[in-house]
């Protein structure tokens, strides 16, 4: 059984940051990628960041570029999103993502951990 398990949210004053982390834990699990979606009330979910695991090569949606950072601790399967300057319009919950070796097909995903960003 793969479980992504999310923490690191919480509310804070524009401008502040804060560091989400995810760690996946499971015997068949071996990470292709992972990455951070996240929705707002009302919205869509929608991509946030991508960590490739061969290679380390990131991506990012435009609204973070410059904000946001996603890195990782292979050995630990764990990724991280350190989020600086935030603004109100980044207020959701985050969700991690991610695929394995094992299951290409298959996207597990976390529970979700509440940001929320004052003005």
């Known amino acids: 059984q793969v479980q992504l398990v999310e923490s690191g949210g919480g509310y804070v004053q524009a401008g502040g940051s804060l560091r989400l982390s995810c760690t996946a834990s499971?015997?068949?699990?071996?990470?292709?990628?992972m990455c951070w979606f996240r929705q707002a009330p009302g919205k869509e979910r929608e991509f946030v960041a991508f960590k490739r695991w061969s290679n380390g090569n990131t991506n990012y949606t435009d609204s973070v570029k410059g904000r946001f950072t996603i890195s990782r601790h292979k050995v630990l399967n764990t990724v991280y999103l350190q989020m600086d300057s935030l603004k109100p319009e980044d207020t959701a919950v985050y969700f991690c993502?991610?695929?394995?070796?094992?299951?290409?097909?298959?996207?597990?995903w976390g529970q979700g951990t509440q940001v929320t960003v004052a003005s």
């Open positions: 993502a991610a695929s394995s070796i094992y299951n290409p097909q298959y996207n597990y």
């Open positions: 499971g015997r068949t699990f071996s990470p292709i990628y």
